[in-house]
């Protein structure tokens, strides 16, 4: 009997430290993936601002490369111009909504359970930015310059890929921006008159009475 109340327990004081190890381990380990999370996130935006600003400058490019295409009587490959700029513009736009998503469930105080979310939403966000980085770039646009069968063929995979990224409202858009760019090619090929035409001056009117000349008087007729 004695053997059988000799038997050991754990002492209170030892489990109370285990436990107080495994919530430190796990509050550690929850720092580091949030840590990880907030580095993957900056990296992310840092790579969406280069993008945005390389954009500006594409956008400027595209928008002068359809109003080349247009002058050279080439109305379907200036509209790809077009959707091409709108449609990077709706991915940045695309891109920053997925990160600001994440950057606020990274602040949020349910990230144990929101874990999944927010590397799906950091996924999301870099894989439109990779598509940004990868299709469609200035190159292709230079393509598009040129008149030969290669550059036919990448215009209709462009178009392609085009074909179900831009709504009908987005279509109407562009529609709308390549009438625009029309009617200012147009109006720009109007001759100006100048304006130092010079216009004769009229004759000044009389100031002195008007004096009619006397009647003749008719001659007699001889009988």
């Excluded at 580091?32 to 956008?59: N, T």
């Excluded at 929101?114 to 939403?121: C, K, N, S």
């Excluded at 090619?185 to 008007?210: C, G, R, S, W």
Aim: charged share 30%.
């Amino acid at each position: 009997m004695g053997g059988v109340f000799s038997k050991k327990t754990p002492a209170p004081a030892n489990a109370a430290a285990e436990r107080h190890a495994a919530n430190r381990a796990k509050a550690q380990q929850q720092v580091s993936s949030k840590d990880k999370a907030m580095l993957e996130l900056k990296a992310s935006r840092d790579r969406l601002k280069k993008y945005q600003k390389a954009l500006e400058v594409e956008s400027a490019t595209l928008e002068s490369k359809a109003r080349q295409l247009l002058a050279k009587k080439q109305k379907d490959r200036a509209m790809l111009c077009l959707k091409m700029r709108k449609f990077k513009l709706q991915q940045i736009e695309q891109a920053d909504t997925h990160l600001l998503n994440v950057h606020q469930m990274i602040g949020s105080v349910e990230w144990e359970s929101q874990q999944l979310q927010i590397f799906e939403g950091l996924k999301a966000g870099n894989s439109v930015l990779d598509a940004i980085h990868k299709e469609m770039t200035i190159e292709a646009v230079e393509d598009l310059m040129l008149e030969t069968q290669e550059a036919q063929a990448h215009a209709d995979e462009i178009s392609r890929i085009l074909g179900g990224a831009l709504s009908t409202q987005d279509e109407d858009a562009v529609l709308a921006e390549l009438a625009e760019i029309e009617a200012a090619a147009f109006e720009a090929q109007l001759p100006i008159a100048p304006d130092d035409v010079l216009v004769a001056p009229l004759p000044e009117a009389p100031t002195a009475d008007v004096v009619a000349p006397p009647a003749r008087r008719a001659k007699p007729v001889l009988a």
